[in-house]
């Protein structure tokens, strides 16, 4: 019964994480690494979905290998380093260029001005999400919001575009995400996200929605949705509790994901027919 329960695609991509997240952000946020939520959610998924191994690396585990690394970049960051403006925007060039080595393959496919188009967008993708997320790595509610909006947004239009396993790995990510919002929501700014979260939540989501563009049917202009999300959570919030402020963040970053999900199941539809 256990074996079955920890293969339900469901119990992989949102209790699972979402219990990670929360065992590591309550463990750590006394070090100011809470913000490991987001990895702990992905990495869960990851193991209990089993695909994962360094042999025939393909695209879909070459996404699994970054996004590896950016809690571990995440955490050298926050604890070495002070965040300045650029950080968000040459962390975006270091994981777009990246990006670019993981869909190699699939890129090399294109010719001309498809491939050039191609790289192009998505090296802009990452670059805008990754900078705009990083952004808010003093803000958990925000950061929180974000990361929860960007896995979530990613995970549900991978599935809706046919690509269900970078779906799960979306989906992960964001439920570690929801953890550690709720743990904030419950004991505040003490729960800090740090580059740690922010950066990990920004290259997993936008290198599942862009391995969801090549290798499946989710439309380019999708992306364009998901890039809203970092965003929308800048609204201002009401001057209220922080359960109040976190449920509003997340309702800001909801919209945009909700978006994206609209125009991935109209091209899944449009292609069916």
Not at 257 to 269: G, I, T
Request: hydrophobic residues 60%; charged residues 10%.
């Amino acid at each position: 019964m256990m074996d079955e329960l920890l293969n339900n695609p469901a119990i992989q991509s949102s209790v699972a994480p979402f219990l990670a997240g929360m065992l590591v952000a309550g463990l750590l946020f006394p070090l100011r690494l809470a913000g490991l939520a987001a990895g702990a959610g992905f990495l869960a998924t990851v193991y209990l979905v089993g695909d994962f191994t360094l042999e025939s690396l393909d695209s879909k585990r070459g996404v699994v290998l970054v996004a590896m690394a950016a809690p571990a970049l995440g955490v050298i960051a926050d604890l070495a380093f002070k965040p300045t403006r650029a950080t968000g925007v040459v962390l975006g060039v270091v994981f777009a260029a990246a990006g670019e080595w993981v869909f190699l393959n699939l890129l090399k496919q294109k010719s001309g001005a498809d491939l050039a188009l191609h790289g192009a967008a998505l090296a802009a993708f990452m670059i805008w999400v990754v900078a705009f997320t990083v952004a808010l790595q003093a803000d958990g509610v925000r950061a929180g919001a974000a990361g929860l909006g960007l896995g979530l947004g990613a995970g549900v239009s991978a599935v809706l575009g046919a690509s269900a396993l970078l779906g799960q790995y979306g989906m992960g990510m964001g439920a570690g995400c929801g953890a550690f919002l709720l743990l904030n929501m419950i004991l505040g700014p003490r729960v800090a996200p740090g580059t740690t979260l922010t950066l990990t939540a920004a290259v997993a989501a936008s290198l599942v929605a862009v391995g969801a563009v090549l290798t499946g049917q989710l439309p380019w202009y999708a992306l364009a949705a998901l890039a809203l999300v970092p965003v929308l959570v800048r609204l201002p919030l009401p001057k209220a509790t922080p359960w109040v402020q976190g449920i509003v963040a997340a309702l800001y970053a909801a919209a945009a994901a909700a978006a994206a999900w609209v125009l991935a199941w109209l091209a899944s539809r449009g292609s069916a027919g």
